[in-house]
């Protein structure tokens, strides 16, 4: 199982950008997935996530109404929409997946199966 993350750069407050995260060896149609951030310094934290078997997304408050989180199934792509970037959001950018965890495990990062390798989100004020 891989997972691939990417779409990571340097943009200004304001600004968006739109991660992705191509699976392989496992497919995410029906899988929860998610996308977690890791500040320098600071520990890995939950952005958003869809459950599995489900597109009603779960976001953490700071995030709401600036991100969405959307796969498309026939690339076995999941993608995160970030608009009005703030400074804060910079971090290092994972996607995670899995099909066996519970709803009330996805704020949880050690419960996740599957990690891609990260994508540097640099927000500039």
């Known amino acids: 199982v891989q997972l691939q993350a990417s779409g990571g750069g340097l943009v200004q407050a304001g600004d968006s950008l739109k991660l992705s995260c191509a699976a392989s060896?496992?497919?995410?149609?029906?899988?929860?997935v998610a996308w977690f951030r890791q500040a320098p310094g600071k520990e890995r934290e939950f952005v958003i996530a869809?459950?599995?078997?489900?597109?009603?997304?779960l976001y953490e408050d700071s995030v709401k109404g600036r991100f969405t989180i959307s796969r498309d199934n026939t690339e076995n792509t999941v993608y995160l929409q970030m608009n009005s970037l703030k400074p804060e959001d910079s971090a290092v950018y994972y996607c995670?997946?899995?099909?066996?965890?519970?709803?009330?495990?996805?704020?949880?990062?050690?419960?996740?199966?599957?990690w891609g390798q990260g994508t540097l989100v640099t927000v500039s004020s």
């Open positions: 995670a997946a899995s099909s066996t965890i519970i709803f009330s495990s996805l704020r949880t990062s050690s419960m996740w199966s599957y």
């Open positions: 060896g496992f497919a995410l149609r029906r899988a929860a």
């Open positions: 869809f459950p599995r078997n489900n597109n009603k997304a």
